[in-house]
């Protein structure tokens, strides 16, 4: 199956961090932009970072600026999202998915494909 594996989730503190990974698997995603995306109980999914092809143009949503940071290690065929001072409102399942284009134009799921499984982040005391 061409989908992407997320790993690098689990339960933190308040205030802790966390780096999640996201994987090609029987593909190569350097072409391409990626995004992450998350979803909480209850609620919609919503897009968190992308990060262009070359991993020059990052974008991140206003909820998470200045806490996370998206890079990418194309030799690995791997995105990550460092996650820093993680507050309770960042508990969700974490997933990554691929672009159809090769920069970042927003987070409608109709432009990404190769969905993962995905990966839950718990902050909790």
């Known amino acids: 199956q061409l989908r992407f594996v997320e790993s690098g989730g689990g339960l933190v503190q308040p205030g802790g961090s966390l780096r999640l990974s996201c994987a090609a698997s029987?593909?190569?995603?350097?072409?391409?932009?990626i995004g992450w995306f998350r979803q909480a109980p209850g609620k919609e999914r919503e897009g968190v970072s992308c990060i262009s092809n070359s991993g020059t143009s990052t974008n991140y949503a206003d909820s998470v600026k200045g806490r996370f940071t998206i890079s990418r290690d194309n030799a690995k065929n791997t995105v990550y999202l460092q996650m820093n001072s993680l507050k309770p409102g960042d508990t969700a399942e974490y997933f990554c998915?691929?672009?159809?284009?090769?920069?970042?134009?927003?987070?409608?799921?109709?432009?990404?494909?190769?969905w993962g499984q995905g990966t839950q982040v718990t902050v909790s005391s």
């Open positions: 029987g593909f190569t995603s350097h072409y391409y932009a």
């Open positions: 998915a691929m672009s159809r284009l090769p920069y970042c134009t927003g987070y409608s799921s109709s432009t990404y494909r190769n």
